[in-house]
């Protein structure tokens, strides 16, 4: 949950309460349940919808527009490319659109100059055109999705993450309040980089051109991912809660088929889930791949985890700074 969110979930109860309001009442009004609005208003929802939360504004006689400062659209990218306005389901466009949209998204509310849209919609080969189909594109984007969404700076264009819910935005909001918990609310900690990593669908805008699942923020935003994975499975393994760790590691296990620590921290939950057999395979398999595609042997992390396993030692996952430099890491690489 972003931070204009989780304000509007507080600014909710105290308003609720000082109209003498129950939590049925409003949700009867608002027409949502009384479960979501409880988790609302104690902030337990990573990406409320937009719609709900307006009506709840408005049952409680808030503003929605003064409140929350959204004009009602989502965009994803961590996963395909996915945009919802009031609730439904939009198709951004054409592909160029699309590739328009993912761009200022990555960027996250900082400009992006004309010339790099250019050069990422065309490469080298732009049409004598381009300038003029770019302003085209980016009127259609605004007709699709609302005339606020895409603001125009000096020499290029912003997405507002002000008035639009992004993931990515969510991914890193959540990130980094959990490094701030980890070492004061270790269990709230854990709870928030779920809920973080609950944000990705995916390698990030992988329905598009590999032009843009290759940008450098795009990386960031992987690398970032990959150590909320890292912090989260050697806290989850403290708390002898593996199979938390597990779920998370074999998401990424998956679509990082030859990273080696992320497979050593996966055999390691594994086994210390009880898993061993589990665990054992993730090695040969890993260590196939690497013979196979790169031509080298596992390196000493795997070889560590296959070592500690085969001795029936400790499985505590290796210790990890990763989660205390979340917050640098996300201002570092974007």
Known sequence: MDVVTASFGRRLRVVRLRAGLTQAEVSERAGVSVRTLRDIERNRIARPRMASLRRLAGAVGLDPETVLGRVGVEVAVLGPLRV??????????????????????LHAGHPVTHEEIIDVLWDDRPPVSCRSVMHTYVSRLRSRLHPDVLVAERGGYRLAVEKVQLDLADFDELARRAGQARSREPAEALHLWERALSCWQGPVLRDLTSRLQQHPLAEAARQRRLAVVLAHAG???????????????????????????????LMLALAGGGQQAAALSVFTLIRRRLREELGVEPGAQLREAHRRILAGGSFLLVADRSGDQLAELAVSLR
């Open 84 to 105: 919802r306005v009031d609730e439904q389901v939009v198709v951004a466009g054409t592909l160029k659109q699309r590739y328009l949209l993912g761009l200022l998204a």
């Open 235 to 265: 806290l989850a393994g403290r708390y002898d809660a593996w199979e938390r760790a597990i779920q998370q590691l074999r998401a990424v296990a998956y679509e990082e088929p030859l990273h080696e620590r992320v497979h050593a921290q």
